[in-house]
């Protein structure tokens, strides 16, 4: 398991935290609907940016499980 799991959920709540009304207003979503929609979209954005950072990468299988599937989405587009 990811050992700075915390800090990557910890920084895409900063992110919705100074997001949220614009996402709300574009998805037309009330608050919780909207919240769950940015984690669904745009989690992962968070996750490479924090992830491709981390000290501990070599040695994560969440983030190599990632760069797997990083890797099939890119070849996906062909």
Partial sequence: M???IN???NETF????RHID???Y???KDRQSASQDFFDKYY??????YCDK????S???????YLKYHEWNENRKI
């Fill in 2 to 4: 990811c050992k700075h």
């Fill in 7 to 9: 800090e990557t959920i």
């Fill in 14 to 17: 900063n992110i919705l935290e």
């Fill in 22 to 24: 614009e996402h709300m």
């Fill in 26 to 28: 574009y998805t037309k």
């Fill in 44 to 49: 992962f954005i968070v996750r490479e940016a």
């Fill in 54 to 57: 981390c000290e501990d990468n």
């Fill in 59 to 65: 040695n994560c299988i969440e983030y190599q499980d």
